[in-house]
Each structure stands twice: as C-alpha cells, then as structure tokens.
C-alpha cells in the first residue's frame, strides 16, 4: 500500500499533529491499532469513519462501514474519502484532564472535514473525534476513542465538548480500574466508540468486536451514570442513545 499514490497523496499527517502538542511524550506512546472494519450493511453507504495512520511504515488504515476484509482492498476505498483529510492539516488542538493518584485521563478533541454521505443525500458535516486515553501506573496507556460527527451547524462547539465531558464523567475510577484489570483477557491498546450527534440526539456504536462481551456492561455501566441510556439488544454495535438537555 505504500506504492499507492493515492494512499501517499492523502496521507494524514500525524507527525505534525504531534508536534503541535504541549505533551508529546504523552501522546507518543499512542498505539493507533488496526482494527476490524465494521460490518453494518444498512449503512454502507454511510461514510463515517476512524482514520488513523502509521508514519513510519506508510500504512493508512480505513475503519468504515464498507465491508473490507482484505488489506489490498484498503487503498481501493482510501481515495473516496481521504482526499478530504487534507484539509484537516491545521489542527486545533483542545483538552482537558481529570485525574488521580493511580490514573491519568486526557482528551483531545480535533476537527476532520470527512464528507458524509447517507443514501443519496451528500452533506458536508465537520467530524469531531475526541481521544480519551487512560494512563495506569501499572498497566501502561490504554485509549478510548470517540468521534462526533455534528450535522446541524447551528449546534455549538461548546455543546459538543459538554457532551464529551458528560461522557468523561461516566468514565470514573471503578469503571476504568474494570477496564484496566479485566480477569480473563486484557482490552485492545484502543477501543473505538462512534458518537453520532443528529440534532438533539448522541448515539453510541462500539465497534471493537473481539471483546464487546467485556465491554459492553461496562459501557452500559458507564453511560448510565451520564443519563444515557442504552438498547436492551445484545446486538453487537448496538447504539446507544439519548437526547441531550
């Protein structure tokens, strides 16, 4: 894939990111992982999507709707929407902390001008993701990773970031300390969490397959505290939803 020439045209320029950071070593240590990509067929037309990348190897990685299971169909779906992310080189980068003696919670919130499409309808919408990672002592860094796609553009910037501190809320010691020390097996470096804002209404997508047995009761845990209320379908990447006052 670093033969493409649209994969290297397009590619998201992280390196800069972080070096407009006030704390680097902090946000060195970020694992941007490879994930499965999501298999939601009602919405494959659907364009919202977690890009990350890897610099030093030159390999982008697309986590979409679309169905692609094969690294070499990777780069034939990178040109539908990564020519957007160029636009995103000017980062503004925005943050707040909460901490404790044993763990430490930073979130940076950072805006994307990925296109969204829905059925026929193509409207532009700004892309917030926010990255909540977790810090332990004894575990290392673990990260959490939402992004926020807002269509109503009369809907704030601040109201956006209330929400994600209402969600950071939900995230307290005893559920991160859950997280963290898991009995049978250890979470992934990242776990990705859509949040989807349509007018008044925030949904959540989990879109770790491999462990939504373990997370899911604590994301339910975790969200209810914040007044959000979950779908009682055990479904994998089940929204969860509520209307934000």
């Given at each position: 894939?670093?033969?493409?020439?649209?994969?290297?045209?397009?590619?998201?320029?992280?390196?800069?990111y972080r070096n407009s950071s006030n704390?680097?070593?902090?946000?060195?240590?970020?694992?941007?992982?490879?994930?499965?990509?999501?298999?939601?067929?009602?919405?494959?037309?659907?364009?919202?999507?977690?890009?990350?990348?890897?610099?030093?190897?030159?390999?982008?990685?697309?986590?979409?709707?679309?169905?692609?299971?094969?690294?070499?169909?990777?780069?034939?779906?990178?040109?539908?929407?990564?020519?957007?992310?160029?636009?995103?080189?000017?980062?503004?980068?925005?943050?707040?902390?909460?901490?404790?003696?044993?763990?430490?919670?930073?979130?940076?919130?950072?805006?994307?001008?990925?296109?969204?499409?829905?059925?026929?309808?193509?409207?532009?919408?700004?892309?917030?993701?926010?990255?909540?990672?977790?810090?332990?002592?004894?575990?290392?860094?673990?990260?959490?990773?939402?992004?926020?796609?807002?269509?109503?553009?009369?809907?704030s910037e601040k109201k956006l970031g209330?929400?994600?501190?209402?969600?950071?809320?939900?995230?307290?010691?005893?559920?991160?300390?859950?997280?963290?020390?898991?009995?049978?097996?250890?979470?992934?470096?990242?776990?990705?969490?859509?949040?989807?804002?349509?007018?008044?209404?925030?949904?959540?997508?989990?879109?770790?397959?491999?462990?939504?047995?373990?997370?899911?009761?604590?994301?339910?845990?975790?969200?209810?505290?914040?007044?959000?209320?979950?779908?009682?379908?055990?479904?994998?990447?089940?929204p969860f939803s509520s209307t934000l006052?």
């Open positions: 894939m670093g033969n493409c020439a649209c994969a290297e045209k397009a590619k998201y320029d992280m390196e800069s704390d680097k070593h902090f946000f060195s240590k970020i694992n941007l992982s490879f994930l499965d990509t999501l298999e939601r067929p009602d919405l494959s037309t659907e364009i919202v999507a977690h890009i990350s990348s890897k610099i030093k190897s030159n390999l982008i990685y697309l986590n979409t709707h679309y169905r692609i299971f094969e690294k070499k169909l990777l780069k034939q779906a990178v040109p539908k929407v990564m020519i957007e992310i160029q636009k995103a080189k000017n980062l503004r980068y925005k943050g707040f902390c909460i901490s404790n003696p044993k763990i430490f919670v930073q979130v940076e919130l950072w805006p994307l001008g990925i296109k969204k499409y829905t059925g026929e309808a193509k409207t532009e919408c700004p892309a917030w993701y926010y990255m909540i990672s977790v810090k332990n002592q004894n575990e290392g860094l673990r990260s959490l990773k939402f992004s926020v796609y807002q269509r109503d553009d009369n809907k209330e929400a994600a501190f209402d969600i950071i809320k939900g995230l307290d010691k005893l559920y991160v300390e859950k997280w963290m020390n898991l009995d049978n097996e250890s979470p992934p470096s990242c776990l990705y969490v859509r949040i989807q804002i349509i007018k008044d209404t925030i949904a959540f997508y989990h879109t770790s397959m491999n462990y939504i047995k373990e997370t899911h009761s604590l994301l339910k845990d975790a969200f209810v505290k914040c007044k959000f209320i979950m779908n009682e379908n055990d479904r994998p990447l089940t006052e």
